[in-house]
DNA sequence: CACAGCAGTTGCACAATACACATTGATTGC
DNA sequence: GCAATCAATGTGTATTGTGCAACTGCTGTG
């Protein structure tokens, strides 16, 4: 009864608190802001329904946090530029910056985390971590779009 | 600019809504109680300060999900075997069971995303994960116990 | 023009959590 | 042996993130 699928479940058990519970003000972007930031950043202007599509989060919640995130100044409102009825939301040159910043802070914590690893296991880490994760959007049939690698 | 630690922190970005977004209703257990009565079972009984501890969660939060655990019959208040005055709660033989089916339902939803990995591949990934959840765990100084393994 | 349909927004509700304060039960100085 | 105290827990209230449902506003169609 110690299968690795076991002890695989067992691990994101806890991984999930370890990546949630910690995220208290590291940066100036909140959790929801990040995210949404990073998958903008990647996929070019969204809109609401479509960050809706891509999270599986409700369309209220969505409309509030990119509210938010237009007040913060992280992204404007232009609109479809395929003459579609949707405003979509482009990342700003500030929230390029602030979104870069976020990440190189969470890259550094990352990076004593990493510390003791030599690069062939943080590879072989990363690589695996992409396959779970592509796994999962195949199964949830949501995929995600990783950055141009 | 495309080091693995760059790598891991956008898939554990991914990761963290993956694992805590999928927690609805599954089973009978709640997120919560499925969490601590895992670490019950691994640990023996546990007070409410020993598991805030543990989680770094609020004592009064833990009180409040420790109750509802009590009252669904999932543990039971035992006075301190060593005398203290704090009550632990120890899992119960129905906690136990619903707990094992819990994770049993888990870990068959984790085969369907393992579908077309090696066991080489399975038994890598868990190492890794183990590894890094311990290295977090070092690293915050809030170690967490493994089963017998 | 009136209306059907759709994207977005706003009004509630609820769950998880934290903080501050109340309660309870054991310990100890006198 | 009792009052002061303290440690462990529980309760009241606020905050935050989220969903559902109802509403708004816009667009194209008859």
Redesign the pocket.
Same mark, same amino acid.
């Given at each position: 009864m110690d299968t690795a699928a076991e002890r695989i479940e067992f691990e994101t058990l806890l991984l999930a608190r370890h990546l949630t519970?910690p995220r208290r003000g590291d940066g100036d972007l909140?959790?929801?802001a990040y995210l949404l930031l990073s998958r903008i950043d990647i996929d070019g202007p969204l809109?609401? =329904?479509?960050? &809706?599509e891509a999270f599986?989060?409700?369309?209220?919640?969505?409309?509030?946090?990119?509210?938010a995130m237009l007040k913060s100044g992280l992204v404007h409102?232009i609109p479809d530029p395929a003459? =579609?009825?949707? &405003?979509?939301f482009r990342i700003t040159a500030d929230g390029k910056r602030r979104l870069d910043a976020e990440r190189a802070g969470n890259v550094r914590g990352l990076e004593t985390v990493l510390e003791g690893w030599t690069t062939d296991d943080r590879d072989a880490f990363a690589n695996l971590l992409e396959r779970f994760n592509l796994d999962i959007e195949r199964r949830a049939g949501r995929p995600w779009p990783r950055p141009e690698s």
């Open positions: 519970r909140d959790a929801s809109s609401v =329904g479509e960050l &809706r599986g989060l409700d369309t209220s919640t969505l409309s509030r946090q990119t509210t409102r003459g =579609g009825l949707a &405003r979509k």
